[in-house]
């Protein structure tokens, strides 16, 4: 019926204007009066177009008069306009432009005709904007809703405000609490019992041999000394760097002992014989640290060059040169499970090696100033790295990020830790802060004189390390001393209480 009704509408308004066009063409003087023109156009009219001349005029009083319904065969409402106006015929329910709720057909949109872009535009706008937002309402969900589905609880309300359907109070969904920190174990306080002196500069690198009888070190005045570790008395000296001597290494493996300097030079010394046996040439500028590969016979280094270098220790070659670092690489860590190699360097990043490869397999980027420490714990499978903005825990093989150690507000030069979860941490104004690895529970801080005749300035520590039963520490130092620390032996949670409080911890991502 639709299409009928559009169909005799058009024949109809064809009509009107063949019908204006004649009495146009025909408004001169014409042979035919008035009344045969018109008998002759009705005759026209009922032979042409009689099928269309039946619908009858509409008018706006019937329509209201018929109701919703009248001529409308989907009963869509009308809306009242002009009373007595003569329309145009028209097919209701078929607006190319349906009505909005509440917005009344205008004069322009109620006729099904293509509107003007004006009425378009008003037709378009014409929705006020409370009622879209309640016509969105009911068809999208809010965002309450896609929260509460989500398991995440509107930001809106206030903690532990929503309450299951039930509204049982029990059953009150409460906000999670903030992580606390858990108590820390108890570590008995360390004391310094032994200075060692005999070096003329800054004592710049330690370390203790496997069988735990002696140590070495290396030095500003250009010698390595070896101490016994029982009474601290030099036991001999090694001379051959030309410059600071900036890290040593005792191999378990075989009687060498490695060492490096702002020389550019990589040295293995036959203990035996006390003499250098091999060089490692490559470096093109200082080196400043070294480290053995615990189960093959591989010595890393780390140099101001930005590179690390691998080096097979028999031969002497170059392995691999691990590159991509941007600056000094100032320490460098080796171990028998993946990564094998850990760099960190001045340019604020930490770099996890892949040592078949020699290309890097993770970079880290969370410090913001340089990392010149790096330690692994001996039993878990996590490091930690030491910079001026923090102290950061790592968990490998990934290098997720665990938690910060914040407090120690220095330069740190050095890291150390035990199997016990002391972890030492060594700074360049000669502060030693300890810690608890678990739970990063800063529980002493240690700040020795520096020696008579040495500057106030001169007391930073360069290096630390535990000897092989952990009962000792041992600092090199920068006032030419060699500082060892024991636990005490008489003091007790009682006597030394942890001044620990479940307080909320305030943790940075990065």
Known sequence: EVQKHSVHTLVFRSLKRTHDMFVADNAKPILLDEESHKVKMAVKLRTEYGSVLHMPTLKENLREKGGPNTGDPYGHKQYPGNQGEELEYMITGTHPYPPGPGVALTADTKVQRMPSESAAQSLAVALPASQSRLDANRTAAGVGDIYRHAGIPERSQPPGAMVEAGGNKNSALMAKKAPTMPKPQWHP???????????????????????????????????????????????????????????????????????????????CWDLEYNKVIRHYHGHLSAVYGLDLHPTIDVLVTCSRDSTARIWDVRTKASVH??????????????????????????????????????????????????????????????????????????????????????????????????????????????????????????????????????????????????????????????????????????????????????????????
């Open 189 to 267: 306080p360390w004391k310094l019992y032994r200075v060692i002196s005999g070096h003329l500069g800054w004592v710049r690198c330690i370390a203790v041999e496997p069988g735990n009888q002696w140590f070495v070190t290396g030095s500003a005045d250009r010698t390595i000394k070896i101490w016994d570790l029982a009474s601290g008395k030099l036991k001999l000296s090694l001379t051959g760097h030309i410059s600071t001597v900036r890290g040593v290494i005792v191999s378990a493996r075989s009687p060498y002992l490695f060492s490096c300097g702002e020389d550019k030079q990589v040295k």
């Open 321 to 510: 040169t691990l590159s991509g670092h941007t600056n000094a690489v100032a320490t460098v860590k080796c171990q028998a499970a993946e990564p094998q190699i850990i760099t960190g360097s001045h340019d604020t990043t930490i770099r996890l090696w892949d040592l078949v490869a020699g290309k890097t397999r993770v970079t880290l980027t969370n410090h913001k100033k340089s990392v010149r420490a790096v330690v692994l714990h001996p039993r878990h499978y996590t490091f930690a790295s030491g910079s001026p903005d923090n102290i950061k825990q790592w968990k490998f093989p990934d290098g997720n990020f665990i938690q910060n150690l914040s407090g120690h507000n220095a330069i740190i030069n050095t890291l150390a830790v035990n199997s016990d979860g002391v972890l030492v941490s060594g700074a360049d104004n000669g502060t030693m802060h300890l810690w608890d690895w678990r739970t990063g529970y800063n529980f002493q801080r240690v700040h020795a004189a520096v020696q008579p005749g040495s500057l106030d300035s001169e007391s930073g520590i360069f290096a630390c390390v535990f000897d092989q039963s952990e009962s000792r520490l041992l600092t090199a130092e920068a006032d030419k001393t060699i500082k060892v620390y024991k636990e005490d032996d008489t003091a007790t949670e009682e006597t030394h209480p942890v001044s620990w409080k479940p307080e909320i911890i305030k943790r940075k991502r990065f």
